[in-house]
């Protein structure tokens, strides 16, 4: 069945680059999805790649895609304080009627 | 333009009391979805209503009923509490179409079954 796997924990120092990894079973994935929690909030939308691209970068963000490895990969550069979350890899799969599939999320702790 | 609301924020119930949770949406979404989060297992999917009239059960339904009212509204019932549905409840909406799922979330609403 489909599956979707991150790390539960990534440390970085304040200032260098965070990379939080994801790996997703379904090879039929159309979207791959990157959603932020803060904590007592709710989930927010990051970011989206379509499956047929390799990246897309938006301003402190760039995600990755290895297709054939079915990873996916989220860099923050410059890392801050703020970005201390929780990251959640999510993947939408042909005819799953907009239903999507979630990783376990990867906790996000900044170091000053 | 509030997204999308939940009520309460957060509940605590007795084991076999019964309470609806309320969500509402202002995005004019065609989909809903009901999402329960458990310390380290991500979100794991309830209940999920494709279009105004049609709801279906996710990965987790057992315990848990839902109406969707309008195209605005979708609640979720729990109508004999136990200690196991103490978790963090999440609705969600999304608009259909064929591009990629956005989906919008709720603040949660944090239930306490004791």
């Known amino acids: 069945g489909e599956d979707v796997e991150q790390s539960l924990f990534l440390s970085v120092r304040e200032g260098d680059s965070s990379v939080i990894n994801c790996t997703y079973t379904d090879s039929s994935s159309t979207y791959l999805y990157w959603y932020k929690q803060e904590p007592g909030a709710g989930l927010q939308l990051l970011t989206y790649?379509?499956?047929n691209m390799d990246m897309k970068q938006d301003q402190r963000l760039t995600v990755l895609l290895n297709k054939k490895d079915k990873h996916l990969s989220l860099r923050i550069a410059d890392t801050q304080t703020g970005d201390s979350a929780i990251y959640f890899c999510a993947e939408s799969i042909k005819d799953s009627n907009y239903q999507l599939i979630w990783g376990a999320g990867t906790k996000l702790i900044i170091k000053p | 333009n509030a997204g999308v609301t939940q009520t309460p924020k957060f509940q605590v119930l007795k084991t076999g009391q019964s309470m609806t949770l309320q969500c509402a949406q202002d995005m004019n979404h065609n989909s809903m979805y009901w999402y329960r989060q458990d310390p380290g297992m991500g979100l794991r999917l309830i209940y999920y209503?494709?279009?105004?009239?049609?709801?279906d059960k996710g990965e987790v339904p057992n315990g848990y009923n839902v109406s969707r009212l309008n195209k605005r509204e979708f609640s979720l019932r729990l109508e004999s509490a136990a200690p196991s549905q103490t978790s963090v409840y999440f609705c969600a909406s999304s608009d259909r179409g064929g591009g990629p799922s956005l989906q919008y979330f709720g603040p949660g609403t944090r239930l306490t079954v004791t």
């Open positions: 790649i379509f499956s």
């Open positions: 209503s494709a279009s105004e009239g049609t709801t």
